[in-house]
């Protein structure tokens, strides 16, 4: 059993940034690929980025590229999202999770899920 747990997250103006990580409590989720996932009121939840468990093959959404970065420590068993230039759009909950299948971006595709934080980006 993996279990996800997150922290960041926040309230920020448009154009800031936030990071938000990901470790796991109890089994090692080394192996694993990680992807991160946000969900906005009232719309379906829709990814964002993922990185692979081995050579670090990342994936993003086009609406984050250039302004998300992603990255993973192994020895702390903890993968990041580092969120730059956000802008109001970004708001939502966002969702760290994991998955045995490379950088897939289909949240159905994944099997561990952590708790969510809210990110709200203010105009």
């Known amino acids: 059993q993996v279990q996800l747990v997150q922290s960041g997250g926040g309230l920020v103006q448009a154009g800031g940034s936030l990071r938000l990580s990901c470790a796991t409590s109890?089994?090692?989720?080394?192996?694993?690929?990680v992807g991160w996932f946000r969900q906005a009121p009232g719309k379906e939840r829709e990814f964002v980025a993922a990185?692979?468990?081995?050579?670090?093959?990342?994936n993003f959404a086009d609406s984050v590229k250039g302004r998300f970065t992603i990255s993973r420590d192994n020895a702390k068993n903890t993968v990041y999202l580092q969120m730059n230039s956000l802008k109001p759009e970004d708001t939502a909950v966002y969702y760290c999770?994991?998955?045995?299948?490379?950088?897939?971006?289909?949240?159905?595709?994944?099997?561990?899920w952590g708790q969510g934080a809210q990110v709200t980006v203010s105009s």
């Open positions: 999770a994991a998955s045995t299948l490379v950088t897939t971006t289909n949240p159905n595709q994944y099997t561990y």
């Open positions: 109890g089994r090692s989720f080394s192996r694993y690929n």
């Open positions: 990185i692979s468990w081995i050579g670090g093959i990342t």
